[in-house]
Every structure is written in C-alpha cells, then in structure tokens.
C-alpha cells in the first residue's frame, strides 16, 4: 500500500530560486471526488498523466495511489473536473538531504506559493530553508483539493 507523509510551509523570501538547478515542470489537475477525506484526483505533469486515490489522513500521513495514465486520458478526463483545476509550476529544490517541491500557483491561485516536503517517518527530522516560513500542514486551506473549490484569490 502507498502511503504519503508530507509537510507544507508558505515561503517567506525567495531565495529557494538560487537553489533551482533545472527548469519548472507545469501542471494542471482537477479533482473528480472530493468527500469524507478521500479524492480522486487527475494531473498532467509535463508530457505525462497520472490518476491518484487518497484516502483519510491520519496525522500527517494518508494513503495514496498514484498510477501513470496515457496523457490523453488524463486530458480528457480533467475536462470532467473542470472548471475547478489548478494549474502551477513545479520546481524542485535539494536541502540538506531532502528534496523540497515549490508550487508556483497560477490562475485563480496566482499568488501562493508552497513548499512541501515528503517524509519517510513522521517523527523524521529534517532541517527547515531559511526562505521556509510558516507551516501550513495542518490547514486545510492549502491543500490542492481545497484550492480547486476555494481558490486563493478569494480569500
């Protein structure tokens, strides 16, 4: 079974760019269950698509299955989610031993930017960036599938 533990924290500079080795990837997904915790959610990274189920959180971690789909699936399957998709850039940004994902949000949550970080233990230590500022782990605001309901600009 996949499972996935992950911390988010807002960024407080931008200093994370000088750390950029390679360019973003863009991405685009929609969400075609959201209820009771769980999702079903539909992206395209790039030239890829991919189809991932979440289950419940518990603590910080919560069950997850991520399988690559045929990119024209996945395209056809986010116009079923639309017109509530997220579009961002991904960049990625090594830290002292871990590898931090930054989303650039675009659209409706241009503005917001978010670094996460995936976990193998939740009691696994890890040294924070000097440009991580608050963390937003526990706020349900910043999770994508949120985001796609209530997006950023209206808050």
């Known amino acids: 079974m996949g499972y996935e533990i992950e911390r988010k924290f807002l960024l407080r500079n931008n200093d994370w760019l000088q750390a950029i080795h390679e360019p973003g ?23 890829q698509g991919f189809i991932t189920i979440k289950g419940k ?5 919560k069950p ?5 789909i045929p990119i024209e699936d996945a395209e056809a399957l986010l ?3 639309s017109p509530s998709l997220i579009f961002k850039t991904r960049y990625l940004v090594k830290h002292v031993n871990h590898l931090w994902e930054i989303d650039v949000f675009e659209g409706d949550n241009a503005g917001l930017i ?15 960036p000097e440009w ?17 309901r209530f997006p950023f600009c209206n808050w």
Not at 64 to 68: C, G, Q, R
Not at 117 to 124: P, Y
């Open 25 to 47: 990837k863009n991405y685009c997904q929609g969400y075609l269950l959201r209820e009771g915790g769980r999702t079903v959610r539909i992206r395209t990274a790039g030239a």
């Open 57 to 61: 959180s518990n603590g910080l971690g």
């Open 64 to 68: 997850e299955f991520e399988y690559e």
């Open 79 to 81: 116009q079923l989610c």
């Open 114 to 128: 978010v670094a996460e970080i995936e976990l193998e233990h939740e009691a696994e230590e890890f040294q924070l």
């Open 132 to 148: 991580a500022g608050e963390e937003v782990t526990a706020d349900g605001r910043y999770s994508n599938a949120s985001l796609s």
